[in-house]
């Protein structure tokens, strides 16, 4: 079973950028599209970024476009989400998601998620 790490998270001042990795063992994971998503106390969860398991197509929420891009390096095993630019309200619980080879932008179509990193923006 495809199992997945993330790690990258933490505290930083606005307009800081961090990298969020999500590393997989178990697969290889070069089978599956990895999503990114992020949940901030009190709302819905919402989908940040995605990337088709070849790397040739990305999906980008409009709330993030422009600061955030979703990479991978299959021969790592990982999926990497660099944030630049980052705001108050980036303020969430990251996670990051995997299905099959194509992305959705509803989480409940990934059978597969992390634990979840910890981000928060704030002077």
């Known amino acids: 079973q495809l199992q997945l790490v993330e790690s990258g998270g933490g505290l930083v001042q606005p307009g800081g950028s961090l990298r969020l990795s999500c590393a997989a063992s178990g697969f290889t994971l070069t089978a599956y599209a990895i999503g990114w998503f992020r949940q901030a106390p009190g709302k819905e969860r919402e989908g940040v970024s995605c990337i088709s398991y070849s790397g040739g197509t990305t999906n980008t929420a409009d709330s993030v476009k422009g600061r955030f891009t979703i990479s991978r390096d299959n021969a790592k095993n990982t999926v990497y989400l660099q944030m630049n630019n980052l705001k108050p309200e980036d303020t969430a619980i990251y996670y990051c998601?995997?299905?099959?080879?194509?992305?959705?932008?509803?989480?409940?179509?990934?059978?597969?998620w992390g634990q979840g990193t910890q981000v928060t923006v704030s002077s």
């Open positions: 998601a995997g299905r099959g080879h194509y992305c959705t932008g509803h989480g409940n179509d990934y059978p597969y």
